[in-house]
Structures are given as C-alpha cells and as structure tokens.
Nanobody, 122 residues
Framework: QVQLVESGGGLVQAGGSLRLSCATS????????MGWFRQAPGKERECVGA??????NTYYPDSVKGRFTISRDNAKVYLQMNSLKPEDTAIYYC?????????????????WGQGTQVTVSS
C-alpha cells in the first residue's frame, strides 16, 4: 500500500516562505503522479502542484504559478511556497494518482495524507 505523511506547515507572515514535505512509501506505480492539494473552509479542494515521478512533468494553477515549486527526491515530494498570501491559508494535502491521470482533478487521486495546516497572516 501507499503511505503519505506531510510535514512543514505552520504560521508565516504574508510574503514569507514555507517548505512542505511529503514522505512516501509503497509501490512506485501507485505514485506515478504526485500532487499537492489544499482546502480552505467553504472552498473546493484545489490542486496547487503536481509532478510525474518519472519524467518530472509539472503542473501549477495560475493562482500559485511562479510562487510554488514542486520537486522530489528518492522518497519525498516537496512543495516550496514563496511570497505567501493570506488566501494561501488552508490545509495542504499530499496525494498520489495512477499514471496518465489528469493531475489537477482531485477525484483522480487514490491515496491521501492527513494534511498539514498552513496559516498566512496579513
């Protein structure tokens, strides 16, 4: 099975930075696409970055493009978040989807971590 554990969330002032980490374990085929999603109260879950484990293709929505960067090493996927804004406040989740999945669609993902809280103050 696939296990995902997020870390690195916290409280930061607007304009600051955080680096989230997602420790991964399990079948590599089950983590062909790795994604970071966030969900704030009253809002839909939103993909904020995705990467193919092999090949390195990435996706970012316009809301974070140029500020967030997704990357990985042998066992973890990271989300570097710069120039943070109060509207970035949310619970951030790491997730994995099968090869060929549409990276920004939450229903494509089959394994999820428990989430880590990111709070950005004004």
């Amino acid at each position: 099975q696939v296990q995902l554990v997020e870390s690195g969330g916290g409280l930061v002032q607007a304009g600051g930075s955080l680096r989230l980490s997602c420790a991964t374990s399990g079948e590599t085929f089950s983590r062909s696409v790795m994604g970071w999603f966030r969900q704030a109260p009253g809002k839909e879950r939103e993909c904020v970055g995705a990467i193919r484990w092999y090949g390195g293709n990435t996706y970012y929505p316009d809301s974070v493009k140029g500020r967030f960067t997704i990357s990985r090493d042998n066992a973890k996927v990271y989300l570097q978040m710069n120039s943070l804004k109060p509207e970035d406040t949310a619970i951030y989740y790491c997730a994995t989807a099968p090869f060929g999945s549409t990276s920004y669609v939450a229903r494509e993902y089959i394994y999820w971590g428990q989430g880590t809280q990111v709070t950005v103050s004004s």
